[in-house]
Structures are given as C-alpha cells and as structure tokens.
C-alpha cells in the first residue's frame, strides 16, 4: 500500500520560511518522480515543484524560482520542500504526490503523471 505523509505546514509571517517533507513508503518503482502541487480556496490545483529519482532533475513553476527548493533523502524516502521569502499568495493545502518517471509530463503549471497522493497540509503566511 502506497503512503504519502505531509508534514511541516503552519502559520508563518510574510518573508518568513518553511520546510515540507513528504514521507513515501510502499512505492517501489526505480524510477519515479515526486511532486509538490498546491491548491489555494476557490482556486485550481497547481504544480509547484518536481524531482525525479533518476537524474535528480528538478522543476519549478516560475512564481516560487528562487525561493522554493525541493530536494530529496533516499535512505529515508522523503522528499523535502524548502519554502523561503514566502508570501500571502503562497498560502494554501499543499499535496506531494508520486507517479512513474515514464508517465511524467511536465508543464508550466501542472506536473501530469501522478498516481498516489498525500491528504495535503495547509501553509498559511499571514501577518
């Protein structure tokens, strides 16, 4: 059975800094990739950032360039996310999901592909 856990959201001021994990167990494709995705109220869903376990290769969409940094622990199969500088429009429920390499697409809003999924964490910035 597939799980991903989310963990480390909260309240953070504006400019302050957050760190994401996601904990996956159960997935045991050599090749995969994990994303991080957010969804705001009254908003769609939208790809924040991508690693893959390949090549390590990295996406980001263009709002959080600069300021967000995934990275990834394989010993511990966790993936972390590095949120910096956050602002107001970064709040929102933050999912990690994981999918095969081979059905990863990847656009400048959304990263396709993705078969499991964690319950989501809310991130909150906010004075």
């Known amino acids: 059975q597939v799980q991903l856990v989310e963990s480390g959201g909260g309240l953070v001021q504006p400019g302050g800094s957050l760190r994401l994990s996601c904990a996956v167990s159960?997935?045991?494709?050599?090749?995969?990739?994990i994303a991080w995705f957010r969804q705001a109220p009254g908003k769609e869903r939208e790809g924040v950032s991508c690693i893959t376990t390949s090549y390590g290769n990295t996406y980001y969409r263009d709002s959080v360039k600069g300021r967000f940094t995934i990275s990834r622990d394989n010993a511990n199969n966790t993936v972390y996310l590095q949120m910096n500088s956050l602002k107001p429009e970064d709040t929102a429920t933050y999912y990690c999901?994981?999918?095969?390499?081979?059905?990863?697409?990847?656009?400048?809003?959304?990263?396709?592909?993705?078969?499991?999924w964690g319950k989501g964490i809310l991130v909150t910035v906010s004075s």
């Open positions: 999901a994981t999918g095969l390499l081979s059905n990863l697409v990847v656009t400048t809003d959304y990263f396709y592909g993705m078969d499991y």
């Open positions: 159960g997935f045991t494709a050599d090749y995969y990739a």
